[in-house]
């Protein structure tokens, strides 16, 4: 174990994974296909559920493990299970159909990054292993969250929550070093039922407005 | 408490009582149940000066340490309270009359009734808490009332005007609770009051002024009036009678109550500028109201706006009080705040005895225009005879209680520019000027009111057929009547009350009138004998009749139309209008009227044959052009504005949310 914990200094092990996280979603932020997404959504929850390990290992914290249990569970079996269920019954073209192209959008992404490193920097100062995981963490966020402005689909929308969810999952565990695993348990539960209300809803979209395209919604306002 | 019982039980009733044609009579038990409570208030506050005298109610039901909701009697509360149980028993009486045959008599019952209570629960409040759910729930209730009468659009527009202008007023109450509580952490009023002993003259003109507008939004000031005489006239008559002569008593009742006693706890400093603030504006009420009192055509609406009026001589009393008190002037002060209060219980007699009055003669008439009534005092004698007897209270003349407190007020605005410091001269002088031109148009009012109404020839044929009203609607006027006169004529009896109340200076105020003696003030400054005027007014019209008796006895009496020029018909067409008696007052004031004129000739055959000629003569409401016109148009365009924000696109308002968040992130990182 103490050789392990040395290999996760020395190697960086934490900078790498989270790396890798952002680097998914800026992967689905440009991707074309709607199942590139959910791949990338996948990959990404295994880099969280492989961090939490890791800093379990490395803080010496057995809570953590199993809360990298349940993200396996639920983040990376379950709920892609049931979106490319809903994505099958809905019928959806695979093209995600963004509204800027996609060199724009990973410019923007960069920019977005380029922005949280500047001045998340000034702020907020974390010492120890986690001192790179907030900023990626907030650029995850950020990201999501543009993404989700920038898709019309509605199913895509959703991969940007949850996208976002686990920016804010990793911010969280990277400041505190683990909450107590009650409140990741309920977070990951409250994720499950989100994602399942949400697919009633994609659903009922479907139903009243023969899409889920989002464009249409507007004819709702008043 | 037995009185509580009366009106819920009343309430009950009009929800269940199965046959509609006897609901008119559970009016009398609300009228039980205001006597009652009358009695109550009188000998608590009778009691005051007596040790171990015990409050007319205590009641708290504690929720949390910090949060109860208590309500209790005191000396003002208590004199609140009278003021309401009084006009609430004379206007229950008149319902059992006047609500015979009505639209919709269970709905107007019960409200009637819950209207009453909520009134009295905020004069009873002992906490912003419980005081706040009350002014809401009559707030909410006198809505309720005031569009349940008829479905005309004007009475929706009234309601909807009022109910927007008694929530922006609540808002700004509910503002001043919020500051107190925050600096003092208590609920309670007389917590508030200790806490706020100490705090900084900046944080209590804070709260000062955000009650002023509050509560003087209800209470009907200059410039916060417009809702007023909307929404007053558009109730019935008998809940326009409270509302008048009651409701915007809580608005004076708030006012005393955060200056007198949350913010004016002993040893209290006060800033002069409180004063004035309440004197000008009470100055400016005043004016404008009678002014456009004077120009109404509509019965109701000129009460209404005298309402306005009547409201402002309170306020001159009061803000004459609280200048006192800033420069520790106590006796006057007591003289100017015993003035007010004895305005605001005569208003509340005087006004509640014309708008019952006016809704006698709606149901004699059918009418609220002043141009279609006329005669009407051969045709409804006891109607004409109160009325009258509550415009001359209104004019302030004596022998009626009008009189009195106008006299007071006068007293203590004059003393108070004769007594320096210099500036509080000047204001207490031009204070004295604007109630002595109110006094003098107040008159012209109530003589063009009473006179195009009760005087000369019916103008129409409703007129011409209208009968007397029933009695219980007659008796409750000769009861306002009766008060009105005696409350002019033992100016003592109210006196002795209001000595009671534990504010600097009042005490004095219980031996100024001593019964049967004359009314003196300032240590005999000035003083006049009310019950020798009306000894000497009655003595001399007996000694008219008696000598008329006897020196008339041997004339010959010929009775003979009146002089008609030679015409040989008078037609109700020759008497004056309401508008052509007021157009000197016009020309007058012809800058703040704008009078606008518009003449029509409609020919058969220009230009000789004319086949008819309209002539229509306007006022501009000064206020609603130049102040809530601009106001709301200026808000419709920002809300327009506002609207584009609401694309209804889901994309449009994520982006919303990253700018905040990157916002956030460039504010605070």
């Excluded at chain 2, 225009?369 to 005092?377: H, Q, R």
Aim: with cysteine; net charge positive; hydrophobic share 55%.
């Amino acid at each position: 174990m103490p050789l392990i914990k040395k290999w996760i200094e020395i190697f960086g092990v934490i900078d790498f994974i989270s790396i890798g996280m952002l680097l998914s979603v800026v992967a689905m932020s440009s991707a074309k296909r709607i199942e590139s997404c959910l791949k990338a959504y996948v990959i990404n929850s295994w880099l969280l559920a492989l961090l939490m390990a890791a800093f379990a290992v490395y803080l010496s914290i057995p809570h953590l493990y199993i809360a990298a249990f349940f993200t396996i569970a639920g983040k990376c079996i379950l709920i892609p299970y049931f979106l490319r269920k809903v994505i099958r019954e809905l019928k959806v073209t695979r093209e995600v159909e963004p509204y800027l192209s996609m060199p724009v959008s990973l410019i923007i992404s960069f920019a977005l990054v380029v922005l949280v490193y500047s001045f998340l920097a000034e702020g907020i100062f974390v010492a120890g292993v986690a001192r790179n995981v907030l900023k990626i963490s907030v650029s995850i966020i950020l990201i999501s969250l543009f993404t989700m402005m920038n898709r019309k689909k509605a199913v895509t929308q959703v991969m940007g929550l949850l996208f976002m969810e686990n920016g804010l999952f990793l911010a969280g565990f990277s400041l505190t070093y683990g909450m107590p695993t009650i409140i990741e348990l309920g977070v990951l539960f409250d994720m499950m039922m989100g994602v399942m209300i949400l697919g009633v809803f994609l659903t009922q979209i479907k139903k009243s407005f023969v899409s889920v395209d989002l464009d249409q919604l507007t004819s709702l306002k008043g | 408490m037995i009185s509580l019982a009366f009106f819920i039980c009343g309430a009950v009733f009009f929800a269940i009582t199965p046959k509609k044609g006897l609901l008119h009579y559970l009016y009398l038990l609300y009228a039980a149940g205001a006597g009652l409570a009358a009695f109550s208030f009188a000998r608590a506050l009778y009691d005051l000066g007596s040790p171990g005298a015990a409050p007319t109610l205590a009641f708290a039901l504690h929720i949390s340490p910090a949060l109860a909701v208590s309500f209790r009697g005191g000396p003002l509360q208590d004199f609140f309270g009278l003021l309401l149980s009084v006009a609430a028993f004379a206007a229950s009486v008149y319902s059992s009359g006047y609500m015979k045959d009505n639209a919709a008599p269970r709905f107007q019952g019960i409200f009637y009734g819950l209207f009453i209570l909520s009134m009295g629960a905020v004069f009873l409040s002992g906490d912003a808490l419980s005081f706040l759910i009350s002014w809401e729930a009559m707030s909410l209730v006198s809505y309720f009332l005031v569009i349940s009468d008829t479905e005309s659009e004007a009475a929706q527009n009234a309601g909807l005007t009022y109910a927007t202008m008694t929530h922006i007023g609540t808002a700004f109450i509910i503002g001043a609770f919020m500051l107190a509580f925050a600096a003092t952490g208590s609920l309670d009023f007389a917590g508030m009051a200790a806490g706020l002993a100490g705090k900084s003259m900046a944080l209590k003109s804070a709260i000062f002024i955000l009650s002023f507008i509050g509560f003087g939004m209800k209470a009907g000031i200059v410039p916060l009036h417009i809702w007023l005489p909307k929404a007053h006239p558009a109730a019935p008559s008998n809940v326009s009678a409270l509302m008048s002569g009651v409701m915007i008593k809580a608005g004076v009742y708030g006012v005393m109550l955060m200056s007198l006693y949350v913010l004016g706890g002993p040893g209290a400093h006060y800033a002069t500028w409180w004063g004035i603030v309440v004197l000008a504006t009470g100055a400016a009420s005043s004016v404008l109201g009678v002014l456009y009192a004077l120009m109404e055509k509509d019965l109701k609406r000129l009460l209404a706006y005298s309402s306005v009026e009547n409201v402002g001589i309170i306020f001159l009393g009061t803000g004459a009080a609280l200048v006192f008190y800033s420069f520790g002037q106590t006796a006057l002060a007591g003289l100017a705040l015993a003035a007010a209060l004895y305005h605001a219980m005569n208003h509340a007699m005087f006004k509640g005895l014309l708008f019952l009055g006016s809704g006698s003669v709606m149901h004699g008439v059918h009418s609220k225009n002043l141009e279609e009534m006329g005669g009407l005092l051969k045709r409804m004698p006891y109607t004409g005879l109160f009325f009258l007897m509550g415009s001359v209270s209104i004019c302030a003349l004596p022998p009626f209680n009008g009189f009195v407190s106008e006299w007071l007020t006068f007293q203590s605005l004059i003393l108070g520019s004769v007594t320096p410091p210099a500036y509080s001269k000047v204001v207490t002088l031009l204070g004295g000027a604007a109630l002595a031109l109110t006094g003098a148009l107040a008159a012209a009012a109530f003589v063009k009111a009473f006179g195009v109404a009760f005087l000369g020839m019916p103008r129409g044929p409703k007129a011409r057929e209208a009968r007397e009203a029933g009695f219980p609607m007659t008796a409750s006027l000769g009861f306002l009547a009766a008060m009105c006169l005696i409350l002019g004529v033992e100016p003592g009896l109210l006196l002795r009350l209001i000595s009671a109340m534990p504010f600097a200076g009042l005490a004095q105020m219980g031996s100024a009138a001593p019964f049967h003696s004359p009314l003196t003030v300032a240590g005999g400054f000035s003083g006049f004998w009310p019950a020798a005027i009306f000894a000497s007014m009655l003595t001399g019209l007996l000694a008219i009749i008696v000598l008329a008796g006897v020196f008339g006895r041997r004339r010959k009496i010929t009775y003979a139309d009146s002089w008609d020029c030679g015409i040989k018909a008078l037609t109700p067409r020759m008497q004056y209008t309401a508008t052509a008696f007021t157009k000197p007052l016009r020309v007058i004031f012809k800058t703040l009227y704008m009078p606008r004129k518009e003449v029509r000739i409609s020919f058969k055959q220009k230009p000789l044959f004319v086949s008819g000629i309209t002539y229509r003569s306007d006022i501009t409401p000064f206020m609603e052009n130049y102040l809530y016109k601009p106001l709301t148009a200026f808000v419709g365009k920002v809300a327009l504005k506002i609207r584009h924000l609401q694309s209804g696109s889901l994309p449009l308002y994520l982006g919303y949310i990253m700018l905040t968040l990157i916002g956030l992130l460039l504010v605070w990182a």
